[in-house]
């Protein structure tokens, strides 16, 4: 089927990374403040799976939290503009997405968990980024366009739908579709069932015992990545 160009580009925008890559360094790090929260309250499951974010029809959620006997869930949400904290008490609070640093949005997420009566504590230093600056720290990185972070989110709405598709052709042990906010990337991943060689380790800022944890067996990833580095 032919898709015209007006409607494709709706559904598949244009994402040139050089015009928005300080928004996408931005949301880095703001994705790396809640996913890191998930990490510290989850328990841990094969290959880092409790890590990871999923889109969503506004975005990106971390589907909901264990804290003690209750639960919460944080979303950014790219139509509205806001990150949101539901807890299972029925308590909501939304943090306005705008231009603002790093330094400024973490404080600010700690800031409402501990209202909330959720408080949590993760290790403010970035993965997998070289020169990382700590989160309580990061003045430099304070981007947000609008437009780009919308439209990154759209394509990775497609991206999810067609992962989504691909993934359900294989009856093997497979990954959910999830985004890795270390690696800032959408992916699923089949696994052959045999050992792999071990991972070289290396990675900036991740413990090498994660790494080779994580491709510990052969593996076949299919992934989306706007972009970036040096």
Known sequence: MKIPKEERDKFWPSLPFAEWKETAATLHMWTQIIGKIRLTQTPWTNHSW??????????????????????????????????????????????????????????????????????????TTPNEIQDAIPFERDETHRSYDRDYANRFWRVLLQADRVFKDFRS?????????????????????RFSGRPAPPHPGGVPHLPDAIAREAYSQEVSSLGFWPGGGP
């Open 169 to 189: 052709r294989f009856c093997g042990k497979c990954s959910p579709v999830h985004f890795f906010w270390d690696s800032f990337d959408l992916a699923v991943t």
């Open 50 to 123: 409790h890590v990871t974010l999923y889109v969503t029809g506004r975005g990106l959620t971390t589907s909901p939290i264990p804290h003690g006997l209750s639960t919460f869930e944080i979303s950014f949400d790219f139509i509205d503009h806001q990150l949101r904290i539901d807890g299972s008490d029925g308590r909501r609070r939304a943090i306005e997405l705008r231009p603002r640093p790093v330094a400024d949005f973490y404080h600010a997420v700690m800031k409402t968990l501990a209202e909330l009566e959720l408080p949590v504590t993760i290790n």
